[in-house]
């Protein structure tokens, strides 16, 4: 299911909320010059487990221009929404800067 969340700023942050709904979750975050489509071929193998994969800021859908403290910010706001308690975190390149900061 895609979502869009209104930063505090005003940024539209996208993501896609898929998987086992009631599993355990995890956020998946994507490199630089990508977006939320990086994960979805891993996603097809996830097993019981609710997945979000975000589009970074200035990347993808997601407007504003790109931010790992605010992007870090995004996903803490995604998780509030999603009443996500507890979360596993993945991030690939810049992703893994992001993931770290969250």
Known sequence: MTKTLLATDGVSVHYVVGGDISGPT?????????????????????????????????????????????????ILAIADRESINEFTIAGICMGGTIAHEV
Request: hydrophobic share 35%.
């Open 26 to 74: 995890i956020i998946l975050v994507h490199g630089a010059g990508s977006n939320h489509t990086t994960w979805l071929n891993a996603t097809a193998h996830f097993k019981g487990i609710k997945w979000i994969a975000i589009d970074c800021r200035g990347h993808g859908n997601t407007s504003g221009v790109p931010d790992i403290k605010k992007t870090a910010s995004d």
